[in-house]
């Protein structure tokens, strides 16, 4: 019965170890150029094929700074690392933690979608705590609702583990 208790319940996660499981890298919308990019982008409502005149006009010749903008981030700044246990900032290159917020820290985040985001289909997140403060801003999100959903449902599977094992331990 010993060895059973042992084996983990679903393959790859144990209570015991922190397990990835999302990494999100920012969007070009994280940077000053890349929102300005992104509003030019969208400055003109009118369209052609389902495409806006505006993308069509500006996009082609700032091409060559978004592109170098996308590699920049991809490779030089930090990315966003949501685990079991917490959210972090890690180092690109290196992967050395930057910084963290345990998620049952974490009582709300906010999506705050700034001009030239939305062209980007990004936004900013900021992690907030029971007492209104902001724990930690994860600039440039890519789908930021889907990632803050993502992080909520983490952070309700932290907690409510949390309690069953408590729950668990105070039984023995």
Do not use: W
């Not at 903008?69 to 050395?96: C, E, H, M, W």
Request: proline share 4%; aromatic share 6%.
């Amino acid at each position: 019965m010993a060895a059973a208790a042992q084996g983990q319940a679903i393959a790859g996660v144990s209570a015991g170890k922190e397990a990835i499981i999302e990494t999100v890298y920012p969007s070009i919308a994280k940077s000053g150029l890349g929102r300005m990019i992104g509003s030019l982008c969208d400055s003109i409502d009118a369209k052609v094929n389902g495409v806006k005149i505006s993308a069509l006009l500006f996009g082609l010749p700032l091409a060559p700074l978004g592109v170098l903008g996308y590699f920049k981030f991809k490779i030089f700044d930090p990315k966003y690392v949501l685990t079991n246990r917490s959210v972090q900032v890690r180092a690109a290159i290196g992967n050395r933690l930057l910084q963290r917020v345990d998620l049952v820290d974490i009582d709300n985040i906010a999506v705050t979608v700034q001009s030239g985001q939305a062209f980007y289909h990004a936004g900013d997140l900021d992690l907030i705590n029971d007492r209104e403060e902001v724990l930690l801003t994860l600039p440039g999100v890519p789908r930021p609702k889907r990632f803050r959903q993502v992080i909520l449902d983490a952070r309700d599977a932290r907690v409510r583990s949390d309690r069953a094992l408590g729950t668990i331990e105070a039984r023995g």
